[in-house]
């Protein structure tokens, strides 16, 4: 085991690198799986909305790790939870990993999610595997006490891997799936907008919004915040190629008071999670 110091903001922070076990991998929708490591150093620092960055390989291709969000901390037992989608090389690697296989793990990365203050309203929106950095949050939320109205939404039910788990801790979800199999029959971000339009449902304007998704899911997320003047917090998931700031993979463009109006940030070091009023949405 190593510890490095990752610079966030001008602060050093404390991430590490272990040989960490498999304990659980689990194949739980389509493409999707759930893995479980064993990972005490990391699981104790972690908050809500950090992420790992993970050797799916020891062989030299894929040389790169790759990047996912801490889908829960167990700080008792030391173990991390992972949620993640095969959409590539990596992730077909890392799915074939098995219970007691040792896989390198760097992390906790990144700056999470400011959580809110007791009595805030909080709404909670995530698409697609952009659920992994909100049921962490959620679990956080509900041991502070905080109620949050959850939208959830994927392209089919059986996507949508976490409902029993988000409604354990006393969430009552609104779903929306692509092809009607589970809720609302349409983008997750329709349906929102049809509660905060319709007079009906008491819609309580949130103090905070939390988000992950994809990147037009979030988008129109956003219009509809801004439009309302909610503010929110977004985790963005870029390409990223060494995870602790030193190359410039995973730049993203947030508004700045210069002659550009905006400047670059990294995902790995400034991110992954940003006030969503700061991020330039017309080019994400
Ligand atoms: C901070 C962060 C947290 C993340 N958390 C999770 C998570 O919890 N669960 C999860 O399933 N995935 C997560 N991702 C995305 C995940 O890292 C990528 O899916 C993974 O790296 C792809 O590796 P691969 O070798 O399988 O695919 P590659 O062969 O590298 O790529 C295959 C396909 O996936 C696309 N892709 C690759 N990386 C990304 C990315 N970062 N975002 C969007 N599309 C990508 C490529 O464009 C390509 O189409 C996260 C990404 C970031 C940056």
């Given at each position: 085991m190593g510890s490095i110091g990752t610079s966030v903001k001008g602060r050093v922070e404390l991430s590490f690198l272990i040989d960490a076990l498999v304990i659980k991998q689990e194949r739980v929708g389509p493409g999707l799986y759930f893995m479980e490591l064993q990972a005490p150093e990391i699981a104790r620092k972690a908050v809500p909305g950090q992420f790992v960055h993970m050797?799916?390989?020891?062989?030299?291709?894929?040389l790169l790790r790759r990047p996912f969000s801490i889908y829960n901390a167990d700080q008792d037992k030391g173990r991390l939870e992972l949620l993640y989608q095969v959409v590539g090389k990596g992730t077909e690697i890392l799915s074939k990993a098995a219970p007691g296989q040792n896989l390198s793990v760097l992390g906790p990365l990144g700056r999470g999610f400011v959580l809110p203050e007791k009595g805030q309203k909080v709404m909670v929106v995530g698409g697609g595997i952009g659920i992994a950095p909100l049921v962490f949050l959620l679990k956080e939320l509900a041991a502070g006490g905080i109620s949050a109205e959850v939208y959830l939404g994927a392209r089919t039910k059986t996507c949508l891997p976490s409902l029993s788990q988000v409604g354990s801790m006393g969430f009552q979800p609104k779903v929306a799936s692509d092809d009607g199999t589970i809720g609302y029959h349409g983008q997750i971000t329709a349906l929102l907008e049809r509660d905060m339009a319709d007079t009906a449902i008491a819609f309580l304007k949130p103090d905070m919004a939390y988000a992950c998704g994809p990147k037009p899911m979030l988008k129109s997320l956003a219009r509809l915040l801004l439009a309302k003047h909610i503010p929110f917090q977004v985790s963005l998931e870029e390409h990223m190629g060494c995870g602790v700031g030193a190359c410039l993979s995973c730049a993203c463009k947030i508004k700045a008071n210069n002659q550009e109006g905006y400047l670059y940030r990294h995902v790995c070091v400034n991110g992954p999670v940003f006030p969503g009023e700061e991020v330039v949405w017309d080019e994400a």
């Open positions: 050797q799916v390989s020891r062989e030299l291709e894929p």
